[in-house]
């Protein structure tokens, strides 16, 4: 509802713009869904406002422009019908009608005066010499089809209801008694005993027989299905494998620092002691101090107050606010306070290093370093561009390996996790293992695929040389694999009767400490927690929900994967709204959201009351059934 109390204050321009467009609706087939009902038929009446289907027609078109502008040109009648845009508009007239009743009944009245104004504060609507440009005003209201009367009238009732609207919303204060129930609701904590029981920790499971075996491999057969496997071939090319056979000659080092003498130029810096301080007063007594002392440090500590350290400062590297008054000190110096969007700063110099160049020795490692990363690069890029016309030439593999010198891996078979048949990983780890798994299941038996990158300089290529088809293993295959399925469910069921019999003890008062003893039983608190607090992440997800709406001796009970969890409330501890913790802003900024949504549905509630509203609903479903 809130949202279209928004609508209801767009400003004129754009509803004019809307206007503008009313004529041109007729070639887009919109009038059509109308053109079957008589114009002053009425499809609702609020209070004592009829609207009528000419109003609703004239309405509707300026809304689908605004669905066409949303959802493109091509958003039809139809889809306009399937979302539901004709009752929404209705909706909305009737919303505006009583908005307009109820101004008139408060004797709300928005003068023309205050329109023009507003209206003369758009720098659109001003001439070069910045006068209101009424020319221009009438240009529009021409085009929109409209006369000044029309606007005004349109103008001051949307003025009117917004100014409702306003009010309601500026009123929307939280009271306090509101605040300090939904905290203490909210914020109570709850503490559970928490007793875990392993499946695997329960007594007296019967060895299984074969028939029972070979029953339950029958009646679960599709779970012991061997996967998938592929054979692949992934050849790999490392940025280190290109980088071992680049050199870089003294000769080629001594030609870079020669073409980049400009960037041997090492600029003027300066190394710094600085304080940043949020209140003027006190930077001022540190610089002043500081000053005195010639120790910025020293007047810092002393005001408890951590100065920093930078070194080698250069005037692209400091806030430009500082960069004046910094470069100006001399050694030794202290600036007094500056403003920054930081807060003060006082600054001391220490030391300044002059400019200067380096020397051919002072940057051969650098120079050394950045020319064998540009030739990796270009080599790389080389390689990469010749794999793939390769590739793209249905080149074997193994051929381009050779051209390219390539690392080239095998495997016999491997499933789409990357194991072998066994069920364990191959002894050779799979390079870049993610995406070339992933590269292989999207290929068919002898496909190459295309270059793959991990993002970190290294190159792969995947073949797939043979697929073998997921099949169902034989009794005596998955036999392992079964008796452990087998095992599995059966422990699941006796720790299931194991834990609702704990359940039942604990609802009848027992303590949960007397099943600390038990084989595979694990007994603790759980962390207080309360609906504005992060839930304990030890617990099954599911019973987190439950939480808050347990009794104190409530008991749930959880099965998660190899184990069940019972849990019971032991106690819930209030909040004191007089000492709140931080947890309570969640409470006012939650009420500050949605108390003025609330009051505005309570409001339009109150008009539905005073301006009852009647809908020709055959009338409106004949209408939403044509176009």
Known sequence: MLQSMRNLTKSWIFKSLMFLLVISFSIWGIGDMF?????????????????????????????????????????SIAQARQAGLLDRTLALMIQESQFDQDAARLGINVPRDLILQTLAQEPKFRTPEGKFNVALLHQLLGRAGLNEEMFFDLET???????????????????????????????AKRILE???????????????????????????????????????????????????????????IQKSYDERAAEMVVPES???????????????????TAS?????????????????????????????ELSAAVFALKQGDVTAPIKSSLGWHIVQLNKIHEKNTLTLDQAKDDLRKTLQEERTGDMIAKTINQLDDAIAGNQ???????????????????DATGKLPNGTAPKEAIPAKEITLASAQSLDAGETGQVLEDGKGNYYVVRVDQVT??????????????????????????????????AKQLREGKSATSFASMPGVDVRLSKPMSILSAPDKALPPEIIPQVTHMKKGDVTLAARQGKHTIVR???????????????????????????????????IGYMNTLFPQQIDMELLTSLKSQG
């Open 270 to 288: 300066r190394d710094l002691v600085q304080v940043v301080l949020q209140d003027e007063a006190k930077a001022k007594s540190i610089a002043e």
């Open 35 to 75: 053109r079957s009902n008589p114009a002053t038929r009425v499809v609702a009446s609020v209070g004592k406002v009829k609207i009528q289907v000419q109003e609703l027609e004239r309405r509707f078109q300026t809304e689908m422009q605004e669905a066409r502008a949303a959802f493109g040109p091509e958003f």
């Open 194 to 252: 928490v007793i875990t029981l392993r499946n695997d920790s329960v007594k007296g499971l019967k060895p299984a027989t074969d028939d029972e075996l070979q029953t339950y491999y029958k009646e679960h057969e599709a779970d012991f299905m061997a996967p998938e496997y592929r054979g692949i071939t992934i050849a790999h090319l490392t940025s280190e494998d290109i980088t071992k056979d680049i050199t870089v000659s003294d000769e080629d």
């Open 469 to 502: 088809p997921s099949q169902t293993r034989t009794y005596a295959e998955a036999k392992d694999q079964v008796l452990a399925a087998w095992t599995e469910e059966k422990l699941f069921a006796k720790a299931a009767a194991v834990a609702e019999d704990i």
């Open 157 to 187: 009732r949307s003025e009117a209801r917004k100014a409702i609207a306003d009010v309601i919303m500026a009123s929307a204060q939280t009271p306090q008694i509101m605040t300090n129930t939904l905290y203490q609701a909210r914020g």
């Open 292 to 320: 005195t002392l010639r120790s910025l440090p020293q007047a810092a500590k002393a005001k408890g107050v951590t100065p920093i350290t930078m070194n080698k400062i250069d005037a692209k590297a400091i806030l430009p």
């Open 396 to 414: 074997p593999l193994e051929d381009i390996a050779n051209t390219l010198r390539l690392r080239l891996t095998r495997y016999a078979a491997l």
């Open 569 to 603: 409330l032991a106690d819930i501890v209030p909040v004191d709204p007089q000492k709140p913790e931080s947890s309570r802003l969640k409470i006012v900024d939650d009420l500050r959201k949605k108390l003025p949504d609330n009051m505005i549905e309570q409001y």
